[in-house]
């Protein structure tokens, strides 16, 4: 049984940072990409960003651009979000997602694995 378990939520001032992380426990699988999504109340879920974990690619969705940094650690099998200039319509609870099939991938039916997700809330 694989589990992503994602870290690093909490509550913050408009203009804070927040490190979010997401570690793999459980049987080693095949990952070809990483993903973060978020889903704010009564919203769909949306993507965040992507990586490619093998070549480090990284794709993100356009208001986060310049704000947030998604990278990953191989040897530790954790990805990363680091989030700054936080702004209220950041919040959300955001969800850690790893593709077994797509490297990097905006669309939440490619990623075959999900986390339980963390809760970020940004103050104004």
């Known amino acids: 049984q694989v589990q992503l378990v994602e870290s690093g939520g909490g509550l913050v001032p408009t203009g804070g940072s927040l490190r979010l992380s997401c570690a793999t426990s459980g049987r080693t699988f095949s990952r070809n990409g990483m993903g973060w999504f978020r889903q704010a109340p009564g919203k769909e879920r949306e993507f965040v960003a992507a990586?490619?974990?093998?070549?480090?690619?990284?794709f993100y969705e356009d208001s986060v651009k310049g704000r947030f940094t998604i990278s990953r650690d191989s040897a530790e099998n954790t990805v990363y979000l680091q989030m700054n200039s936080l702004k209220p319509e950041d919040t959300a609870v955001y969800y850690c997602?790893?593709?077994?099939?797509?490297?990097?991938?905006?669309?939440?039916?490619?990623?075959?694995?999900w986390g339980q997700g963390t809760q970020v809330t940004v103050s104004s």
């Open positions: 997602a790893a593709s077994t099939l797509y490297s990097l991938s905006n669309y939440a039916s490619r990623y075959d694995i």
């Open positions: 990586i490619s974990w093998s070549t480090g690619t990284t």
